[in-house]
C-alpha cells in the first residue's frame, strides 16, 4: 500500500532514499534546511565510490594514530578541545569499537553494501548518464615502505574477501598516470573503485525527483515532533506540522538535535573535511587516488582537479580552519612534485561536515520506540559511495519488504 514518506534532510543518502521510495509508488516529501542551491557535505567530497573501504572508521590502532596526530593541526586528524559529555562519550564508544573483532564483523558486510550501491550506480548511469560515473579504479599511493607494508596488508585481507587487489611498484603506477609526476614508493590498485562529480549527482537525483513528483520543502528547520506512544504523528517545522505515514531521519551531523527530543539517542560527531578544487590545473589524474600517509583524496572532475581529505572533530562548526587547509596544501606536493602551494593560491577552500558514529558503520533502519520512524545518516567518508544502497534499504525498510542484507549491524537502536 502506497505511503506518503517525509523525509528529514536533502542531502545525496536523503535524495537517494526519496529516488527509491517513490520507485516502490509512495509519496515523497524530502524537507532540507538549507535553501535549493545549498553546499552542504554532499557537494564538496572526493566523489569516491569506494568497495576498497571495507574497513570502518574504528579500527585497531586508529586511537594511537589520532593521539600522534593531535600534535599538529596541520595533521590529517584533528579534535578541537571543548568540554563536551557527548565528544567524551562518542570517544569512549569509538575506543570500544576499535577492535580486530569488529573489522572482522564489519568487513563482509561494508564490501557487500558497497558492491550493491556501485551496482545502483551504475543503473542510475544506465537511466541517465549526467553525473560523471567513472569506472576505472583507485590508486592508494604512498611516499614511505612502511605506508606501503601496511597497505600491502590490506590488500591481502580485501583478496580474501573476494576484492581484487594488486600491490604496484612505482613504474607501474606511473604507467597508470602518466599524466603525473609522481614521489613515491609504490602503492595499490582497486580496480572495482569508481568517482562520481558530486555536484552533478546532486543535480541529477534533484532533478530526477522533480520530474517524478516528489515534493521539495527548502529552507524548512525542524523543530520537533508530535509523537503518540509509539508512533510518530506529525513532524514539526518552520513552516508548520507536517504530516505522513512514515518518517526518516536523514540530517548527516544535525541528525541527533533531530530526535533528541523524542528521548533517542543517535551518537554522531560531525567529522569535518576540506576540500580544494583547482578549475585548470597543469597536470591532471586519470583515477581516483588516495594519498595515503596524508589521508588526502585527489579526484579527476572533468578538467578540473579536487584535493579532498582531514577529519576534525568540532561540533557542528563550519567555519574554515586554515591550519587544515595548509595541511591539504603541503601534503601534495610530497607525492605530486609538480604542484606547488601557488596552484592552491586562488582556489577558496570548501568544508562540510560528515556525520561520524562511533563504530564507522551507517545508522539505517528503523527504531523500536517508533514504529514509523527510521534512520539513514552515520556514513561519515562514506555517505557518497553508500548513498544508493542506504535509499534502497530503506526504501525496504519503509515499504514492509525484507532486505537482502541484515540490517542488525546497522540499527539505530545499537546505542539506545
Known sequence: MPKHILIVGGGIVGLCTAYYANQRGHRVTVVERGPATHDGCSFGNAGLVVPSHFIPLAAPGAIRTALKWMASPESPFYVKPRLDMELFSWGWKFNRAATATHVARSAPLLRDLHMASLDAFEELARERDDFGLVENGMLILCSTEHALAEETRTAAMARELGMPAEVLDAGSIGDLEPGLRMTIAGGTFYPKDAFVEPARLMASMTRRLAERGVDFMWETKVTGWRAGRDRIEAVRTSRGELAGDEYVVSGGSWSPAVVRDLGLSLPIQGGKGYSLTIPRPRHNARHGI???????????????????????????????????????????????????????????????LRPCSPDGLPYAGRFRRYENLSAATGHAMMGM????????????????????????????DRYA
Do not use: H, Q
Open 290 to 352: 588516495i594519498l595515503a600517509e596524508a589521508r588526502v583524496a585527489v579526484t579527476p572532475m572533468g578538467e578540473s582537479i579536487r584535493f579532498g581529505g582531514t577529519m576534525e572533530i568540532a561540533g557542528l562548526d563550519e567555519r574554515i580552519n586554515p591550519a587544515r587547509v595548509r595541511g591539504i596544501v603541503k601534503a601534495v606536493p610530497k607525492y605530486f612534485p609538480d604542484f606547488s602551494a601557488e596552484d592552491f593560491r586562488d582556489v577558496p577552500p570548501w568544508c562540510g
Open 385 to 412: 559511495s553508500l548513498a544508493p544502497v542506504t535509499g534502497k534499504l530503506l526504501a525496504d525498510v519503509l515499504s514492509d519488504t525484507p532486505s537482502r542484507f541484515d540490517l542488525t549491524m546497522l540499527s539505530p
